[in-house]
Antibody, heavy 119, light 109 residues
Framework: EVQLVESGGGLVQPGGSLRLSCAASGFTFSSYEMNWVRQAPGKGLEWVSYISSSGSTIYYADSVKGRFTISRDNAKNSLYLQMNSLRAEDTAVYYC????????????WGQGTLVTVSS | EIVLTQSPGTLSLSPGERATLSCRASQSVSSSYLAWYQQKPGQAPRLLIYGASSRATGIPDRFSGSGSGTDFTLTISRLEPEDFAVYYCQQYGSSPRWTFGQGTKVEIK
Protein backbone atom coordinates (compact mmCIF):
# COMPACT_ATOMS: atom_id res chain seq x y z
CA GLU A 1 0.00 0.00 0.00
CA VAL A 2 1.30 3.43 -0.95
CA GLN A 3 1.86 5.64 2.08
CA LEU A 4 3.05 9.22 2.38
CA VAL A 5 3.58 10.52 5.90
CA GLU A 6 4.50 14.15 6.51
CA SER A 7 6.23 15.40 9.64
CA GLY A 8 8.08 18.43 10.92
CA GLY A 9 5.25 20.92 11.22
CA GLY A 10 4.78 23.13 14.24
CA LEU A 11 4.76 26.67 15.57
CA VAL A 12 7.49 28.99 14.37
CA GLN A 13 8.04 32.74 14.68
CA PRO A 14 7.95 35.03 11.66
CA GLY A 15 11.35 35.01 10.00
CA GLY A 16 12.09 31.56 11.31
CA SER A 17 12.80 28.28 9.55
CA LEU A 18 11.30 24.82 9.48
CA ARG A 19 12.06 21.62 7.59
CA LEU A 20 9.23 19.35 6.57
CA SER A 21 9.71 15.70 5.70
CA CYS A 22 7.57 13.24 3.79
CA ALA A 23 8.34 9.55 4.31
CA ALA A 24 7.26 7.33 1.44
CA SER A 25 6.59 3.61 1.50
CA GLY A 26 4.86 0.94 -0.53
CA PHE A 27 6.29 1.97 -3.89
CA THR A 28 9.58 2.66 -5.67
CA PHE A 29 10.04 6.24 -4.49
CA SER A 30 12.92 6.96 -6.85
CA SER A 31 10.65 6.46 -9.87
CA TYR A 32 8.09 9.13 -9.03
CA GLU A 33 7.88 12.91 -9.23
CA MET A 34 6.75 14.61 -6.04
CA ASN A 35 5.11 17.85 -4.97
CA TRP A 36 4.26 19.95 -1.95
CA VAL A 37 0.80 21.54 -1.80
CA ARG A 38 -0.49 23.72 1.03
CA GLN A 39 -3.85 24.76 2.37
CA ALA A 40 -4.29 27.76 4.66
CA PRO A 41 -6.90 27.28 7.40
CA GLY A 42 -10.37 27.33 5.87
CA LYS A 43 -8.97 28.14 2.42
CA GLY A 44 -8.30 26.39 -0.86
CA LEU A 45 -5.33 24.48 -2.23
CA GLU A 46 -2.10 26.09 -3.40
CA TRP A 47 0.65 24.22 -5.21
CA VAL A 48 4.04 25.01 -3.64
CA SER A 49 6.82 23.04 -5.30
CA TYR A 50 7.70 20.12 -7.62
CA ILE A 51 10.73 17.86 -7.89
CA SER A 52 11.43 15.28 -10.58
CA SER A 53 12.21 11.66 -9.75
CA SER A 54 15.96 12.22 -9.93
CA GLY A 55 15.84 15.66 -8.33
CA SER A 56 17.29 17.31 -11.41
CA THR A 57 14.20 19.42 -12.20
CA ILE A 58 12.57 21.67 -9.63
CA TYR A 59 9.79 24.24 -9.80
CA TYR A 60 8.41 26.67 -7.23
CA ALA A 61 5.35 28.85 -6.89
CA ASP A 62 6.26 32.54 -7.00
CA SER A 63 4.96 32.95 -3.44
CA VAL A 64 7.77 30.77 -2.03
CA LYS A 65 10.56 31.17 -4.57
CA GLY A 66 13.82 32.16 -2.91
CA ARG A 67 12.59 31.15 0.55
CA PHE A 68 11.67 27.46 0.22
CA THR A 69 13.86 24.61 -1.06
CA ILE A 70 12.53 21.22 -2.12
CA SER A 71 14.80 18.18 -2.08
CA ARG A 72 14.66 14.42 -1.91
CA ASP A 73 16.78 11.51 -0.75
CA ASN A 74 15.88 8.48 -2.84
CA ALA A 75 18.03 6.20 -0.69
CA LYS A 76 15.93 7.18 2.32
CA ASN A 77 12.59 7.28 0.45
CA SER A 78 12.08 10.81 1.68
CA LEU A 79 10.99 14.19 0.38
CA TYR A 80 11.84 17.45 2.11
CA LEU A 81 10.79 21.08 2.16
CA GLN A 82 13.17 23.54 3.78
CA MET A 83 11.23 26.68 4.63
CA ASN A 84 13.14 29.85 5.51
CA SER A 85 12.08 33.46 6.17
CA LEU A 86 8.64 32.24 7.13
CA ARG A 87 5.72 34.65 7.09
CA ALA A 88 2.28 34.60 8.68
CA GLU A 89 0.80 33.87 5.26
CA ASP A 90 2.77 30.60 5.10
CA THR A 91 0.54 29.22 7.85
CA ALA A 92 -1.11 26.16 6.35
CA VAL A 93 -1.39 22.41 6.27
CA TYR A 94 1.38 21.16 3.98
CA TYR A 95 0.71 18.02 1.95
CA CYS A 96 3.15 15.96 -0.03
CA UNK A 97 1.65 14.42 -3.15
CA UNK A 98 3.09 12.08 -5.73
CA UNK A 99 2.44 12.11 -9.44
CA UNK A 100 1.25 8.56 -9.96
CA UNK A 101 -1.33 9.33 -12.63
CA UNK A 102 0.41 10.35 -15.82
CA UNK A 103 1.38 12.82 -16.81
CA UNK A 104 0.93 15.43 -14.09
CA UNK A 105 -1.77 14.43 -11.58
CA UNK A 106 -1.43 14.32 -7.82
CA UNK A 107 -2.38 10.96 -6.40
CA UNK A 108 -2.12 9.94 -3.66
CA TRP A 109 -1.53 12.61 -1.02
CA GLY A 110 -0.19 12.40 2.50
CA GLN A 111 -2.34 13.38 5.49
CA GLY A 112 -0.59 16.74 5.90
CA THR A 113 1.36 18.55 8.58
CA LEU A 114 0.35 21.90 10.05
CA VAL A 115 2.75 24.83 10.01
CA THR A 116 1.80 27.85 12.08
CA VAL A 117 3.81 31.05 11.73
CA SER A 118 3.04 33.36 14.62
CA SER A 119 4.75 35.37 17.31
CA GLU B 1 -1.19 32.85 -15.16
CA ILE B 2 -4.39 30.91 -15.78
CA VAL B 3 -7.04 31.55 -13.13
CA LEU B 4 -9.70 28.92 -12.49
CA THR B 5 -13.06 30.14 -11.22
CA GLN B 6 -15.45 27.59 -9.78
CA SER B 7 -19.18 28.05 -9.41
CA PRO B 8 -21.28 27.96 -7.44
CA GLY B 9 -19.38 28.49 -4.22
CA THR B 10 -21.83 26.27 -2.37
CA LEU B 11 -24.33 23.78 -3.75
CA SER B 12 -27.13 22.65 -1.43
CA LEU B 13 -28.67 19.40 -2.57
CA SER B 14 -30.35 16.29 -1.21
CA PRO B 15 -29.05 12.71 -1.52
CA GLY B 16 -30.13 11.23 -4.82
CA GLU B 17 -30.06 14.57 -6.64
CA ARG B 18 -27.76 15.47 -9.51
CA ALA B 19 -24.88 17.87 -8.88
CA THR B 20 -23.35 20.01 -11.61
CA LEU B 21 -20.14 21.89 -10.74
CA SER B 22 -18.51 24.40 -13.06
CA CYS B 23 -14.86 25.36 -13.54
CA ARG B 24 -14.09 28.27 -15.86
CA ALA B 25 -10.55 29.13 -16.94
CA SER B 26 -9.32 32.63 -17.75
CA GLN B 27 -7.54 31.23 -20.83
CA SER B 28 -7.99 28.08 -22.86
CA VAL B 29 -6.78 24.92 -21.10
CA SER B 30 -5.91 21.72 -22.88
CA SER B 31 -8.42 19.06 -21.87
CA SER B 32 -5.48 16.81 -21.14
CA TYR B 33 -4.45 19.14 -18.33
CA LEU B 34 -7.65 19.60 -16.31
CA ALA B 35 -8.47 17.54 -13.21
CA TRP B 36 -10.95 17.42 -10.34
CA TYR B 37 -10.29 16.54 -6.68
CA GLN B 38 -12.59 15.80 -3.76
CA GLN B 39 -11.73 16.82 -0.20
CA LYS B 40 -13.67 15.80 2.88
CA PRO B 41 -13.25 17.61 6.23
CA GLY B 42 -9.99 16.74 7.93
CA GLN B 43 -8.79 14.66 4.98
CA ALA B 44 -6.34 15.12 2.15
CA PRO B 45 -7.71 15.74 -1.34
CA ARG B 46 -8.37 12.74 -3.58
CA LEU B 47 -8.08 12.67 -7.36
CA LEU B 48 -11.44 12.05 -9.03
CA ILE B 49 -11.10 13.02 -12.69
CA TYR B 50 -8.07 13.74 -14.87
CA GLY B 51 -7.71 14.69 -18.50
CA ALA B 52 -11.09 16.42 -18.08
CA SER B 53 -13.08 13.18 -18.35
CA SER B 54 -11.09 10.13 -17.20
CA ARG B 55 -12.03 8.68 -13.83
CA ALA B 56 -9.19 7.87 -11.45
CA THR B 57 -8.82 4.36 -10.09
CA GLY B 58 -11.64 3.33 -7.79
CA ILE B 59 -13.85 6.34 -8.53
CA PRO B 60 -17.54 5.38 -8.97
CA ASP B 61 -19.13 5.95 -12.36
CA ARG B 62 -21.64 8.41 -10.91
CA PHE B 63 -18.76 10.91 -11.19
CA SER B 64 -18.16 12.26 -14.68
CA GLY B 65 -16.21 15.13 -16.17
CA SER B 66 -16.63 17.04 -19.39
CA GLY B 67 -15.71 20.23 -21.14
CA SER B 68 -13.06 21.86 -23.23
CA GLY B 69 -11.36 25.18 -23.81
CA THR B 70 -12.34 27.40 -20.91
CA ASP B 71 -15.41 25.62 -19.56
CA PHE B 72 -15.31 22.35 -17.66
CA THR B 73 -17.95 20.50 -15.65
CA LEU B 74 -17.97 17.86 -12.94
CA THR B 75 -21.26 15.98 -12.67
CA ILE B 76 -22.32 13.68 -9.88
CA SER B 77 -25.31 11.83 -11.27
CA ARG B 78 -26.93 10.80 -7.98
CA LEU B 79 -25.48 12.14 -4.75
CA GLU B 80 -24.58 9.59 -2.13
CA PRO B 81 -24.11 10.64 1.52
CA GLU B 82 -20.33 10.26 1.17
CA ASP B 83 -20.24 12.71 -1.76
CA PHE B 84 -20.90 15.78 0.36
CA ALA B 85 -17.51 17.46 0.31
CA VAL B 86 -15.50 20.24 -1.31
CA TYR B 87 -14.47 19.83 -4.94
CA TYR B 88 -11.53 21.54 -6.62
CA CYS B 89 -10.59 21.78 -10.25
CA GLN B 90 -6.90 21.96 -11.16
CA GLN B 91 -4.98 22.76 -14.29
CA TYR B 92 -1.41 22.19 -15.37
CA GLY B 93 0.30 24.94 -17.29
CA SER B 94 3.50 26.89 -17.62
CA SER B 95 3.80 29.32 -14.75
CA PRO B 96 2.76 28.47 -12.16
CA ARG B 97 2.87 24.85 -13.12
CA TRP B 98 -0.33 23.88 -11.30
CA THR B 99 -3.25 26.05 -10.19
CA PHE B 100 -6.45 25.19 -8.37
CA GLY B 101 -9.89 26.71 -8.40
CA GLN B 102 -11.20 28.09 -5.14
CA GLY B 103 -13.49 25.11 -4.60
CA THR B 104 -17.19 24.28 -4.57
CA LYS B 105 -18.75 22.94 -1.40
CA VAL B 106 -21.53 20.40 -1.91
CA GLU B 107 -23.63 20.39 1.24
CA ILE B 108 -26.70 18.52 2.37
CA LYS B 109 -29.88 20.49 1.90
Amino acid sequence: EVQLVESGGGLVQPGGSLRLSCAASGFTFSSYEMNWVRQAPGKGLEWVSYISSSGSTIYYADSVKGRFTISRDNAKNSLYLQMNSLRAEDTAVYYCAMIAVAPVWFDPWGQGTLVTVSS
Amino acid sequence: EIVLTQSPGTLSLSPGERATLSCRASQSVSSSYLAWYQQKPGQAPRLLIYGASSRATGIPDRFSGSGSGTDFTLTISRLEPEDFAVYYCQQYGSSPRWTFGQGTKVEIK
